[in-house]
C-alpha cells in the first residue's frame, strides 16, 4: 500500500459525506469545523438547500450555529452528487426488509457506486453506515472490480459512529471509534483522519470485526432493555410497582437494570440485532427473543389502553378522551424513526379517531396525526398514556382524577 500524506492543516484535504441524515450531516459539520473542505451529498434536493441555507433540517442542540459558521466560512457545501474529495464516507441509510428482517444495503452498493469514478490514488473510502458483516470487503471488491488499476493504492475501511440523539456534538468528538480497515495500512490511514476531530480513543482492529462490534453494541442493549420490559409486564400481573423494584433492585452493587419502556425504537438498537439474526439465525436465539419481547411491549401497551378504554365506558356510558404523549422513540428528540409510540398511536387512531389526541412536542406537524399542544392534551383527558418521557412533561402535575397509562416513567419519581 502506498504512503499518501495528507497536509497537517487539513488545508489540502477535501472529504465527501455521502448522506446528510442524523449522523451524516453532524459528522460533516465537524469534520468541516476542524479545517477540512467538506462537501455533503443527499439525494433530498430540500436537506441540500437547507444545508447550504445553513438551516438545520434535524433537531440536535447546537448544531445549528456550527452549521451557520461553516457555511458562512465556506468549509461546507452540499450538493445532489458526490464531488471529488481526497476522502469519502458512506453515511446512508440500512433498513431492513419488511418482515423477513433481511438487512438492505442497496444504499451503500449505490452510493459506492456514485463515488467508484471519482476515486484517485490514495483516496480513502470508509463506511460508518450500520452494516451487515462483510459489507466492507464486498464493496472493496466491487470498487476494485470496477477500477483494477486501484487494487492496492486506495484505503478502505469501516468505522462505526456511536452518538446518543441530543448530544451528537460532544459525542462525535469525546467518544472513542473503532475503526477496521481492509489492512492495517487502511486503519492507520482511517485514523489519521478521525485525528483530526476525535479526542476519544482510536481502536484498531480489522473491517470484519468492526462491522460487528456495532451490531452487538447495540444488540447487547435490546437484550437489556428486553429484560426490563419483560419484567414491566410481569409487575402489571403482579400488581407490583416496576420503577420501585428496579430502584431496589439496583442498590445491588453488581446489578443495574435499565428503564422499561412501550418497546424499543431509533434506526440503531431497533434495526442492528437483524443483522446478527439474519446471517447467524441458528446461534442467535437469545437476541432473537429479545427482539421479539421489545416488539410486542408495543402490542401489549395497545392492549392495555384498548381495556382501559373499554372498562371507562362500561362506568361511563361515553367514550373516554385519550391523550397520546410523544411519538419520538426516546426523550427530547425529534427522531421518529421505527418508534414504538408511533405503533402504538396509529393502533389508538384506528381504534379510537377522533377521541384521541396526539402529542408529540419536537416536531411542528406529521403526516397522519394533528397534534396537540402537550398542556392542553392533557388538561382535557380522560385517559392519558404516556409513550415517551420528555422533558416538558415533567412539567404537569400529577392528575389524580384521570386513569394514567405511564409506560415510560414520567411520573415514576
Not at 448522506?19 to 479545517?35: D, E, Q, V
Request: aromatic share 8%; hydrophobic share 40%.
Amino acid at each position: 500500500m502506498i504512503n499518501y500524506d495528507w497536509d497537517i492543516e487539513t488545508s489540502l484535504m477535501k472529504a465527501c459525506f455521502l448522506g446528510l441524515g442524523y449522523i451524516g450531516l453532524p459528522t460533516a459539520i465537524i469534520s468541516a469545523r476542524n479545517g477540512i473542505d467538506v462537501s455533503g451529498t443527499d439525494i433530498d434536493s430540500d436537506i441540500v438547500n437547507k444545508t447550504n441555507s445553513g438551516l438545520l433540517h434535524i433537531v440536535e442542540p447546537e448544531l445549528d450555529v456550527i452549521l451557520k459558521e461553516v457555511v458562512s466560512s465556506g468549509k461546507l457545501r452540499a450538493y445532489t452528487t458526490p464531488q471529488p474529495s481526497d476522502a469519502y464516507f458512506i453515511v446512508v441509510p440500512t433498513p431492513f426488509c419488511g418482515d423477513t428482517h433481511e438487512p438492505d444495503v442497496s444504499y451503500v452498493e449505490a452510493a459506492t457506486e456514485s463515488v467508484i469514478p471519482l476515486l484517485k490514488e490514495g483516496d480513502l473510502f470508509v463506511i460508518e453506515s450500520t452494516s451487515p458483516v462483510g459489507t466492507t470487503e464486498r464493496m472493496r471488491d466491487r470498487i476494485f472490480a470496477a477500477r483494477p488499476e486501484l487494487t492496492g493504492k486506495i484505503f478502505i475501511a469501516y468505522c462505526p459512529e456511536r452518538v446518543l440523539p441530543g448530544n451528537i456534538v460532544s459525542e462525535l468528538i469525546n467518544n472513542d471509534r473503532v475503526i477496521g480497515g481492509i489492512d492495517s495500512a487502511s486503519t492507520e490511514k482511517a485514523k489519521e483522519f478521525y485525528s483530526l476531530f476525535v479526542k476519544g480513543r482510536l481502536h484498531s482492529t480489522d473491517s470484519r470485526t468492526a462491522e460487528m462490534c456495532k451490531l452487538t453494541e447495540n444488540a447487547s442493549r435490546d437484550v437489556q432493555i428486553a429484560f426490563a420490559n419483560e419484567l414491566s409486564m410481569i409487575c402489571e400481573k403482579a400488581g407490583i410497582n416496576v420503577w420501585e423494584l428496579i430502584s431496589l433492585a439496583n442498590r445491588h452493587p453488581r446489578v443495574n437494570i435499565l428503564q422499561p419502556g412501550c418497546g424499543v425504537g431509533g434506526h440503531c438498537i431497533a434495526v442492528d440485532p437483524y443483522f446478527i439474526t439474519s446471517s447467524y439465525p441458528e446461534e442467535s436465539k437469545l437476541i432473537a427473543e429479545a427482539r421479539a419481547v421489545n416488539v410486542n411491549k408495543a402490542q401489549w401497551c395497545i392492549e392495555r389502553i384498548r381495556k382501559s378504554v373499554e372498562a371507562y365506558m362500561a362506568r361511563n356510558g361515553r367514550m373516554p378522551r385519550i391523550a397520546v404523549m410523544g411519538l419520538a422513540f426516546k426523550p427530547d428528540i425529534d427522531d421518529l424513526r421505527e418508534s414504538p409510540a408511533v405503533v402504538i398511536a396509529s393502533a389508538v387512531a384506528d381504534e379510537f379517531g377522533n377521541s384521541a389526541s396526539f402529542v408529540e412536542p419536537n416536531i411542528e406537524c406529521h403526516a397522519r396525526f394533528a397534534l396537540t399542544d402537550y398542556r392542553k392534551a392533557y388538561s382535557e383527558a380522560d385517559i392519558v398514556v404516556f409513550l415517551v418521557n420528555h422533558k416538558e412533561f415533567h412539567e404537569l402535575d400529577f392528575r389524580s382524577d384521570v386513569e394514567t397509562l405511564d409506560f415510560c416513567g414520567t411520573f415514576k419519581n
